[in-house]
C-alpha cells in the first residue's frame, strides 16, 4: 500500500507511443498493457459464463435427432445442423399461437403503460387540483404492494369479472403499472415549466399543452417505459400461470412451462422452443439498447 | 406583471392554472391582453383516471381483501366467514409454512449479499472505455432480458443429471452432481440462478453510481500513494454506499418472494418431498384451483407482507446507522 506506484507525472512523462486509442481507467489516466490484457481475460470469462448457457441452447435446439446430445465430453457444434426441431416444437405445442398471444398481451401492455402513465404522470406533475397529494399517494403506496402477495385476491376478482382465462385478464392488472406513473411523474416535473407557461399564455389548453409540449419532452423516458412494458408482460409468468387454465389461451412463458413439464425427455424440443422464446427479446433489446441502459441508469439514481 | 411571470418555486411547482376551476378564474383575468378562450371544461381527474382505476381496483383493492380475507374460512367459490386468528394459528402448526419461510428466508441470506458485491466488481470490470466495452456490457446484461421462464429452463438442462455441468464435471474427473435431485443442492442450484440472472441489472445500477464517483477524489488518493485495493476501500466503497443499500433493498424484497426459479427447477410441487417449496409458491398452490383456500393463502400473503415491510425497514435502518 505504501510502496511507490508509479504517480501520474510519471505515467504521463512516458514517451507516447503512437496509438489510435489509448487506454484509460476511469480516472482518464493510461492503463498498462498487462492490466489491459488482465481486463479482456476476465471480461472473456464473464462473457463466457453469462452467454454460453443460451449458445448451448440453441447448440441443442439445433442438434438433430441422430446427434447425441449426451456426449461426453460435450459438443457444442451440432454435427448436422437442422431447423426440425423448430417444426416439431410446433406440431407438438401451437407455439406460435402462443408467441401471437404473448405478443398481443405485450403489445396492449406498451400502449395502456404509456398512454396511462403519461397521462397521470402528467396530472401529478403539472396540474393543480384538490386532492392531487392523495392522489400521487395512491401510486405510491401500490408501488409498494407486492404483487406476489396480492395474486390470490387478483384472481378472484377478475373471477368476478369473468375474465379468468382470457389474455384482458392477463393484462388488466399491470395495464398502467404504479411504477410508470411516477417514472413519468418524475420525468415531467424536470421539464422547465416556463415552456409551458408561455403555451398557457399563448392560449394553449391544457390538453395542448400534454400533447404538443409536455409529451415531445419526455420521449426518452416514455420509451423505457415502453420497453419494461413490453419485456414485464412478454415475461411475465405467475400471473397468467393463475389466471389461464385452458392450453387453447396460454402465452409463450406458460406454454413452455406446459412444454417442459409435458416433453421433459426431448431437450431438442425444450431448447428451439424456448429460443423462440428469447430471440425477439434479444433482438428487441439490441436494437433499443442505449435507451436501455439509460433508462436502469436513471431509475436506478432517483431510486 | 402577473404572479405567471416569475412563479416561485416554492409556493407553485405547476403552472397556476392547469385545473378547470383555476383555468376559468386566469379566463376571466385580463392578461396582457389576451384571454385564454379554449379552455376546454376538462378535470385534471380526467388524466389521473385510468391509472387511478387499475391501480386502485387490480392493486389496491386485492391488497386490502387479502388482509381482510386472512380472518375468513373464504375459498375459491365459497363465500367465507369471519375465523378471527385461526388462520394464522394454524400456520404456525403447518410444516409447509415453515418449510417455506425457510426457504424464502435462506435465499434472502444467500443472494442479496451475492447481489451486492458481484455486480459492483462486474461493473468496476466494465467501466473503463476500452474497446468493444458496449459489446460486453449489453452481453453481460442478456440474463436480465431473457424471461425468467427461458432462463429457468436453460439451467434446468444444464444441471440435469446428463447435462453440460455435468458433463465437464465429468470429463474433469470430478464425477456427477445431482443438482436437481439433492432437496439442498436444488435450492442451492436455484439461488445461482437467480444470481446469475441479476448480475446484469445491478450491475448498471453501480455503474450509473460509479460513474458519478468524483475522479478527483481518486486522484487524490492515488497521489497520497494509496493502491488499487485501498482506492476500492477508500474511495469507491464510500461512494457508492447508498447504491449498494438500494441494491440490498431492492434485491432482498424479490429474494423473499421468489417464485419463478424454484417452481421451475423444483417442478409445482418444491422438488423432493416438497421441501424446496417457498412461500409465494405455497401461495399459489393453496389459493388457486376450485378447492383454493383463499384464506388460508391470503394469511401467507399476510406474512409475506410483513417480511417484506420488515426487510425494507431492516435494510433502511441498517443504511441510517452506518451514516453516523
Known amino acids: 500500500m505504501t510502496?511507490?506506484?508509479?504517480?501520474?507525472?510519471?505515467?504521463r512523462a512516458e514517451a507516447p507511443r503512437p496509438r489510435k486509442w489509448r487506454p484509460t481507467d476511469e480516472n482518464g489516466r493510461r492503463m498498462r498493457v498487462w492490466e489491459l490484457a488482465l481486463r479482456y481475460v476476465l471480461l472473456l470469462a464473464v462473457l463466457a459464463l453469462m452467454i454460453g448457457p443460451f449458445l448451448w441452447q440453441l447448440s441443442t435446439s439445433l442438434k438433430g435427432p441422430h446427434e447425441n446430445?449426451?456426449?461426453s465430453p460435450p459438443k457444442f457444434l451440432p454435427s448436422d445442423p437442422t431447423l426440425h426441431n423448430y417444426e416439431r416444437v410446433a406440431d407438438t405445442i401451437p407455439v406460435w399461437d402462443y408467441a401471437f398471444n404473448s405478443l398481443k398481451v405485450a403489445a396492449a401492455n406498451v400502449v395502456t403503460n404509456c398512454v396511462g402513465a403519461a397521462l397521470a404522470g402528467y396530472a401529478l406533475a403539472r396540474l393543480r387540483y384538490r386532492g392531487r397529494k392523495a392522489a400521487t399517494l395512491v401510486f405510491i403506496l401500490a408501488m409498494l404492494v407486492p404483487v406476489e402477495g396480492i395474486i390470490i385476491a387478483q384472481f378472484t376478482t377478475m373471477r368476478d369479472l369473468g375474465l379468468n382465462n382470457t389474455l384482458v385478464g392477463v393484462l388488466l392488472p399491470g395495464c398502467v403499472s404504479a411504477l410508470n406513473v411516477l417514472l413519468m411523474r418524475n420525468a415531467f416535473l424536470n421539464v422547465p415549466y416556463e415552456i409551458e407557461e408561455a403555451a398557457f399564455v399563448d392560449g394553449a389548453n391544457v390538453w395542448q399543452r400534454f400533447f404538443r409540449i409536455a409529451l415531445p419532452a419526455v420521449k426518452g423516458t416514455l420509451a423505457v417505459v415502453a420497453i419494461f412494458?413490453?419485456?414485464?408482460?412478454?415475461?411475465?409468468?405467475?400471473?397468467?400461470l393463475i389466471v389461464l387454465s385452458d392450453p387453447d389461451k396460454f402465452t409463450l412463458t406458460i406454454g413452455l412451462n406446459y412444454l417442459h413439464g409435458t416433453f421433459a425427455n426431448d431437450e431438442r424440443l425444450v431448447a428451439a422452443g424456448t429460443v423462440i422464446a428469447v430471440l425477439p427479446l434479444i433482438v428487441l433489446f439490441a436494437c433499443l439498447q442505449r435507451y436501455f441502459f439509460r433508462g436502469v441508469g436513471e431509475g436506478a439514481v432517483k431510486g | 406583471m402577473t404572479a405567471m411571470k416569475t412563479p416561485s418555486p416554492a409556493t407553485s411547482p405547476a403552472p397556476p392554472a392547469g385545473g378547470a376551476p383555476r383555468a376559468t378564474k386566469a379566463a376571466r383575468a385580463p392578461r396582457a391582453g389576451r384571454r385564454v378562450r379554449r379552455q376546454l371544461p376538462t378535470s385534471p381527474w380526467l388524466f389521473a383516471a385510468p391509472g387511478l382505476v387499475i391501480v386502485g381496483w387490480f392493486i389496491l383493492y386485492p391488497f386490502v381483501s387479502t388482509v381482510l380475507n386472512s380472518f375468513t374460512d373464504k375459498r375459491q367459490l365459497v363465500e367465507g366467514k369471519y375465523v378471527g386468528l385461526a388462520n394464522f394459528r394454524e400456520l404456525l402448526h403447518d410444516d409447509m409454512f415453515w418449510i417455506g419461510l425457510?426457504?424464502?428466508?435462506?435465499?434472502?441470506?444467500?443472494v442479496v449479499p451475492a447481489l451486492v458485491i458481484l455486480p459492483l466488481l462486474l461493473a468496476m470490470l466494465v467501466q473503463k472505455q476500452i474497446p468493444g466495452i458496449t459489446f460486453f456490457r449489453s452481453a453481460f446484461y442478456t440474463p436480465v432480458v431473457a424471461s425468467i421462464v427461458v432462463v429457468g429452463l436453460i439451467w434446468v438442462w444444464m444441471l440435469d443429471e446428463r447435462g453440460l455441468v455435468n458433463a465437464v464435471l465429468e470429463a474433469v474427473g470430478a464425477g456427477k452432481?445431482?443438482?436437481?435431485?439433492?432437496?439442498?443442492?436444488?435450492?442451492?442450484?436455484?439461488?445461482?440462478?437467480?444470481?446469475?440472472?441479476?448480475?446484469?441489472?445491478?450491475?448498471?445500477?453501480?455503474?450509473?453510481?460509479?460513474?458519478?464517483?468524483?475522479?478527483?477524489?481518486h486522484e487524490a488518493a492515488a497521489v497520497d500513494g494509496a493502491?488499487?485495493?485501498?482506492?476500492?476501500?477508500?474511495?469507491?466503497?464510500?461512494a457508492v454506499r447508498s447504491t449498494m443499500v438500494l441494491v440490498a433493498a431492492l434485491s432482498s424484497v424479490a429474494a423473499f418472494k421468489v417464485f419463478s426459479e424454484v417452481y421451475l427447477m423444483a417442478g409445482p410441487t418444491g422438488g423432493p418431498a416438497g421441501e424446496d417449496t417457498t412461500l409465494v409458491m405455497l401461495v399459489q398452490r393453496t389459493g388457486t384451483g376450485l378447492t383454493g383456500r383463499v384464506g388460508y393463502a391470503s394469511a401467507i400473503s399476510v406474512v409475506i407482507f410483513v417480511v417484506t415491510v420488515a426487510l425494507m425497514l431492516l435494510v433502511l435502518r441498517a443504511d441510517r446507522k452506518e451514516n453516523r
Do not use: C, H
Not at chain 1, 3 to 11: G, N
Not at chain 1, 229 to 240: E, I, K, T, Y
Not at chain 2, 102 to 110: A, F, H, I, Q
Not at chain 2, 228 to 235: A, D, G, K, L, Q
Open chain 1, 229 to 240: 412494458a413490453f419485456m414485464g408482460a412478454w415475461d411475465d409468468f405467475l400471473w397468467p
Open chain 1, 3 to 11: 510502496t511507490t506506484t508509479p504517480d501520474t507525472e510519471a505515467v
Open chain 2, 177 to 217: 452432481v445431482g443438482f436437481l435431485s439433492d432437496q439442498w443442492l436444488l435450492l442451492f442450484s436455484a439461488m445461482a440462478v437467480t444470481v446469475w440472472k441479476g448480475l446484469g441489472y445491478y450491475m448498471i445500477i453501480y455503474l450509473a453510481a460509479l460513474a458519478n464517483v468524483p475522479r478527483e477524489l
Open chain 2, 102 to 110: 425457510r426457504n424464502s428466508t435462506l435465499y434472502v441470506l444467500v
Open chain 1, 69 to 71: 446430445i449426451f456426449s
Open chain 2, 227 to 238: 493502491g488499487p485495493v485501498r482506492r476500492f476501500v477508500s474511495v469507491t466503497m464510500p
